[in-house]
């Protein structure tokens, strides 16, 4: 994440905002709850600051690192900070299994063994791949926290609530999933370079039961899309749009479940998309 004076030159092409401000690095560490148990899994170290001062909170770390020069640098520091505490990973974080890695990991410090949901994720995300890797951290088994740096208005989206301007899709698929809070804003002076927008640091914490089963995921992403593609019309032509039947039929279901036809879908809970959804499979 953080880079030292004189080093590592960020890449563009790989989103690369280095996190500078000590502060912001020990509120995000705070966010974690770290406890001595826990495995973090880190996205994109960078400068390995924020690693740094992971494992001076006594957890133990697994980082992925796209950059290879980055991770070499990486590497080359896991002697200071105790090889035994900290894996370096080199390669782009979407395409890996993650709790394979952290499975193949062979810790040679004393410390219990990886257990999830003991273990947790961090990272200041390249703001272009932030949904996809919001996806990628709720593949179950889930960790038992996920403290990302996104993009302001990214975080809005995911905290927002129903009825709000920043309400849509991607703020019912992931509260479906977890329980979402803004933490604090990141102003851009906090970063080098600063990037042009605002940033914010989110918390997701996974439900003990999420509202929909982890084998209809990919459907309740696919209906609560087609929902909010007509987020102005009312919810029976959304709906009947979105499972292909008659706005009668899907009035009718609405009714059913206490739904009000003529609302719009801006309006609905998660757990009202969660009820359309499973009432939806049996049609």
């Known amino acids: 994440m953080p880079a030292r004076p004189g080093g590592h030159r960020p890449r563009k092409a790989l989103g690369q905002h280095f996190l500078t401000d000590v502060r912001i690095l020990d509120r995000i560490v705070a966010a974690l709850d770290p406890a001595s148990d826990d495995v973090v899994l880190e996205i994109g170290p960078g400068k390995g600051t924020l690693t740094a001062r992971l494992l001076a909170a006594g957890v133990r770390v697994v980082t992925i690192e796209r950059d290879r020069a980055l991770a070499a640098e990486l590497e080359a520091r896991r002697e200071e ?54 996806a990628k951290a709720l593949t179950p088994p889930w960790p038992a926290c996920i403290v990302f740096l996104v993009q302001a208005e990214v975080a809005d989206r995911l905290a927002a609530r129903p009825g709000t301007r920043a309400y849509g899709a ?24 600063p990037p042009r927008v605002a940033s914010a640091v989110v918390r997701l914490t996974p439900r003990a039961e999420p509202l929909v089963p982890a084998p209809d995921t990919a459907a309740f992403r696919a209906f609560v899309t ?49 009820a359309l959804l499973r009432r939806g499979m049996r049609l």
Request: with cysteine.
């Open 81 to 134: 900070w105790g090889a035994g505490r900290v894996s370096v990973v080199p390669g782009d974080a979407l395409r890996m299994d993650w709790h394979a890695q952290l499975r193949s990991v062979d810790w040679t410090a004393p410390g219990p063994a990886l257990a999830p949901p003991r273990w947790k994720v961090v990272g200041n995300i390249p703001y272009n791949i932030t949904t996809p890797l919001i």
């Open 170 to 193: 991607l703020s019912v698929g992931v509260q479906a999933a977890c329980r979402v809070e803004r933490l604090f804003g990141v102003r851009a002076g906090a970063f080098r370079p």
């Open 226 to 274: 087609a929902c909010f593609a007509r987020r102005r019309k009312q919810l029976r032509n959304a709906v009947a749009a979105a499972w292909g039947c008659a706005p009668a039929v899907a009035a009718r279901v609405l009714a059913e479940l206490g739904l009000d036809p003529a609302a719009r879908p801006e309006t609905l809970a998660p757990a009202a998309f969660a």
